[in-house]
């Protein structure tokens, strides 16, 4: 197995080694785990870089990569600590993947600058070439819109959302407090200068975001404050006056400034709300202290009112009609707030209230938050949730969210809403923003929320999307607006006319100007199904939950495992022993340790899509479970798999045969010289008496029966010759064929690059030779104090040339296609069917009746106006013989397919068998499965019944022939189940 070294940044993964902000581990920690997670803040300070790029990293994924930025002054490049991380990975690493939403952030400048770290050659020029960005397969970058995605259905992946504004007005005794604070904010934390600035700007945004909150939570912060104060005064009193004062200026914690305020912490922004202080004299301080001890009183005094009227219209919201489910039981409701003193306040509201509730908030480690969020599917109706669950956290089966606080930063409020408006999501989503409508941040988010719902007439609910850059396209800085709105009246004017004036074609300008206009935006998978046969293929041919629920059980019961089936259907594993959690497993280091006990399991996601099964875990490749189980037993397996032989039945052989099963590679290198497997391939080989080789799908063994060999039976191995025959025939008939594709793969990708690379690199150098050559003319003409930058100009020229050339060169590892491994896997021995097996009716199948009956229904499927495809040739086991696809549906304009079992005989009335494959892949498949029996092949008038989803009809009729796998149905079933009447088209 490939272990891949991967660095996550920004976001929180699980069952990965996650680096915060201290470790105990000796020498350099990045090189002791293959998957590693960090904030991209952490991870780019001066004594963490350096760790990070020892690592030779296979992949590097940068979520929110937009925050990596870097602008253009003249010459130079003003690039931020997290764009010269990035840079500098991008330059070491074999594969770099950039998330973002907002690629542009409303600079072309910044965007062409994004783009260069993923190829500063390929981007050098800021002229994009338009054709690259058209590009359906682009090797650079994916672009899709959300509300342009649809299923195989040409549905809508995502549901319809609704934004409504819920305003309140405060009480008298509410709203003198908030001005009286507000004063205070203004007074005692005005705009600073130097060092402080910052985090005096910080500061005054979480107070007045608190004030906004709730009264429990502003009277939190100012007490706090206020003791901080009393504490720090009793300090300075016995300090000198030059003491006093170099204590009061070295006060507080510097500021990352390449944070938002949404980068930070909860309790560190909470900090800065308490410690942050403007004063710089003894006397400064008293008089603060003395104001924050009155507004102590007022907030106590406000509250004694029992009034709090946001509150009270949170409890008239939760009486809206689209809160009926919420009181039934069955709906979800996800309330936000930015601040955890409200979070409690609330909550005891709220189970006063007669509801459930949850609560994810930064103070829960990613287990504890993941913990919380199955009890919220589970048990509650309320989660309760600060900015911690503005990111990470999957909650679909949640329809309804209330915005208590809105954050001030609008990029936030669609991170919020991406919780619940999601992939999976059932219904339509309705979310509710809370304002208080006379105060002045309630009247600038009011006037924001009016402003969008006209856009969004002209947008459609992509407005929700692109806020962020709405504003910032409208030179607009959302939370320093509302800041300084908050200064004066006269501020609060001027910013509402500014939102007035926002001009939504800006966006259209920038994405045509960028050219992100021109890249493919939409992803219809019904088009597809429409005109891809492939799609149905990777339908058909995706590994069945019931082939892993019986290799699952098999291994438990080899390796010693209980594994119990519930009552309800599902699965247990009530204990799990420490050989299957031991830190020595490579499946524990790479996802993560099992845990010591399962209570409930399951192999289908269907059966998780049941209410009462949302507790349950789905069990599959990837699971730690599984993982840890696979790898115990190759390690039993290994040796006697490579030294021994498999003993097998197939029903219809007529001679025993031997199928050869090898790993098949194609190497190649990558960028940075180092060798890789560019592909790799299961090979069986099928080894007939005549010693005739023919090539078989790999899953061959799922339509054979696993037996015991007898006493007198000597499974030996196939000897190191035969080996070495089979090995040379696999080379010349799979490995040859292999390397060729990928040989043209990756000419074709060397052509995109070199050409793309060609036109931009040779435009900056055409460019930068047309400067140099006006600047030789003008000294040459005399003019000396031209000379240095014409010398300047000069270097330019070569240091392009040079870079150009490299860069070609550095594409070479493109061409490089070899021969892999070829490695010997296993061999099965496969013997025909006793006798009297053998001889059972409907078991044998007749080549010469098959034949026949194949051509019979591809013709019926023509005449039906169909179009069948005979894929029993492929021997890839699909489970089927025929796939006919029907005319476009003028509705939905999809076309109908059916998979097709066909089955002959000779005369009429007589039994047929299924082999396990056949009737796993009905089961799977469902009502796309059609069995077609064709009687009386060898009779004048042959005889078609058809029977759709045969695993689901024929259950109680089919009967399980256990020494070959097979599922016998009697004639009279097939009579009784089969399609009366004539189709459309017969």
Not at 1 to 24: A, K, W
Not at 565 to 586: C, H, I, M, T
Not at 850 to 863: G, I, L, P, S
Not at 926 to 951: F, H, R
């Amino acid at each position: 197995m490939t272990h891949l070294n991967i660095l996550l940044l920004y976001r929180l993964f699980e069952n990965v080694h996650f680096f915060g902000g201290r470790s105990q581990l000796a020498g350099n920690p990045w090189e002791r785990f293959r998957q590693c997670v960090a904030s991209i803040d952490f991870a780019k300070r001066d004594d963490v870089v350096p760790g990070i790029l020892q690592v030779d990293w296979d992949l590097v994924i940068v979520d929110e990569a937009h925050k990596c930025s870097a602008r253009t002054q003249g010459d130079d490049l003003r690039r931020t600590g997290r764009y010269k991380l990035v840079e500098a990975l991008s330059r070491n690493c074999e594969r770099i993947l950039l998330l973002t939403a907002t690629p542009h952030q409303g600079d072309v400048d910044q965007f062409h600058n994004f783009l260069r770290l993923l190829e500063p050659e390929q981007f050098i020029s800021n002229r994009l070439n338009p054709e690259m960005l058209k590009m359906a397969d682009s090797p650079w970058f994916l672009r899709r819109i959300k509300e342009e995605l649809k299923d195989f259905e040409g549905r809508k992946l995502f549901k319809k959302r609704f934004a409504i504004t819920v305003p309140f007005e405060l009480s008298p005794p509410e709203l003198s407090l908030y001005k009286e604070v507000t004063t205070y904010i203004n007074k005692f934390l005005g705009k600073a200068q130097g060092g402080k600035q910052a985090a005096v700007a910080l500061a005054r945004t979480v107070l007045q975001r608190r004030l906004a909150s709730s009264l429990n939570a502003i009277f939190s912060s100012i007490k706090r404050r206020r003791q901080r104060f009393a504490d720090l005064l009793n300090e300075l009193d016995g300090l000198s006056p030059e003491d006093q004062h170099a204590r009061l200026m070295n006060l507080g914690k510097p500021i990352d400034i390449e944070k938002d305020s949404d980068d930070c912490e909860e309790e560190e922004l909470e900090d800065l709300a308490i410690d942050t202080i403007v004063a710089e004299k003894l006397d400064q301080l008293r008089d603060e202290l003395d104001e924050l001890s009155r507004l102590v009183r007022l907030t106590e005094q406000t509250i004694q009112t029992g009034t709090e009227m946001k509150l009270n219209k949170l409890r008239e919201c939760l009486n809206k009609a689209e809160f009926a489910d919420l009181k039934g039981g069955e709906g979800k409701l996800l309330l936000f707030t930015e601040h955890r003193d409200t979070l409690e306040y609330l909550k005891k509201h709220l189970t006063d209230w007669g509801y459930t509730t949850c609560e994810i908030h930064g103070g829960m480690n990613p287990i504890a938050r993941k913990i919380a969020q199955k009890d919220f599917q589970l048990n509650r109706q309320i989660c309760l949730a600060t900015e911690a669950a503005g990111e990470g956290i999957n909650l679909q089966f949640c329809q309804l969210m209330i915005n208590y606080d809105l954050p001030w930063n609008p990029n936030r409020l669609e991170q919020r809403m991406g919780r619940i408006h999601r992939i999976g999501q059932k219904r339509d989503v309705y979310i509710f923003n809370f304002l208080a409508a006379n105060t002045v941040e309630g009247r600038v988010l009011d006037k924001l929320f009016t402003k969008l719902e006209e856009i969004r007439g002209a947008m459609g609910d992509r407005v929700f999307d692109v806020i962020g850059q709405l504003l910032q396209l409208n030179d607009i800085r959302f939370e320093d607006m509302v800041r300084e709105a908050t200064y004066a009246r006269a501020n609060e004017e001027d910013v509402l006319e500014q939102i007035e004036r926002i001009d939504p074609e800006r966006l259209e300008e920038l994405e045509e100007k960028t050219g992100v206009a021109l890249a493919t935006s939409h992803v219809d998978l019904s088009q597809i199904r429409r005109t891809q046969s492939q799609d149905y293929r990777s339908e058909e041919q995706r590994l069945m939950p019931r082939y892993i629920e019986e290799f699952f059980k098999r291994s438990c019961d080899f390796l010693g495992i209980n594994l119990e089936v519930r009552a309800d259907g599902l699965w247990r594993v009530p204990y799990l022993k420490e050989e299957f959690r031991s830190n020595n497993l490579d499946s524990v280091r790479r996802l993560g340790t099992a845990e010591k006990h399962y209570p409930k399991l399951s192999f289908y996601k269907e059966q998780l899509a049941n209410p009462t099964h949302q507790d349950a875990e789905l069990l599959s490749p990837g699971h730690p479970l599984f993982a840890a189980i696979s790898e115990r037993l190759d390690i039993e397996l290994d040796e006697s798999i490579c030294t021994g032989s498999a003993l097998f039945v197939d029903a219809d052989a007529d001679e025993s045969y031997r199928i050869y099963f090898f790993e098949v590679q194609v190497a190649g290198q990558q960028r940075s010289g180092k060798d890789t497997v560019l592909k790799a391939s299961l090979s069986a080989v099928m080894e007939k008496a005549s010693a005739e080789l023919t090539l078989i799908f790999p899953d061959a063994l799922h339509d054979l029966a696993p037996t015991e060999p007898l006493l007198e039976m000597m499974l030996q191995p196939p000897s190191p010759q035969e080996q070495e025959r089979v090995e040379k025939w696999i080379k010349v008939k799979i490995q040859v064929p292999m390397v060729q594709q990928e040989q043209q793969q990756r000419q074709r990708e060397l052509q995109i690059r070199q050409d793309y690379l060609d036109k931009a690199m040779g435009a900056a150098i055409k460019d930068a030779q047309t400067t140099q050559m006006k600047l030789a003319a003008k000294v040459a003409g005399g003019d000396e104090t031209y000379r240095v930058a014409r010398d300047s100009a000069q270097k330019k020229v070569k240091d392009l040339q040079e870079r150009y050339k490299n860069k070609r060169g550095e594409l070479d590892y493109l061409k490089i296609v070899s021969f892999g491994r070829v490695t010997y896997l296993g061999s099965a021995l496969v013997h025909p069917a006793p006798i009297a097996v053998a001889q059972m009716p409907g078991m044998k199948n007749d080549p010469e009746v098959e034949a026949f009956a194949m051509t019979w229904v591809m013709d019926h499927e023509r005449q039906r106006g169909w179009e069948p495809e005979d894929v029993s040739k492929n021997h890839d086991g699909s489970g089927f013989d025929i796939r006919s696809v029907g005319p476009i549906h003028p509705q939905t304009e999809i076309s109908p397919v059916r998979r097709i079992e066909v089955k002959g005989r000779a005369q009429g009335n007589q039994e047929v068998s299924l082999t396990s494959n056949e009737w796993r892949k009905a089961q799977q498949l469902g009502d796309s499965y059609w069995l077609y029996m064709v009687w009386g092949c060898k009779t004048s008038e042959p005889q078609l019944l058809k029977i759709q989803n045969p695993a689901k009809v024929l259950v109680g009729d089919a009967k399980e022939i256990r020494q070959v796998t097979r599922y016998l149905v009697p004639a009279e079933a097939l009579q009784r189940n089969a399609l009366t009447g004539v189709e459309v088209g017969e």
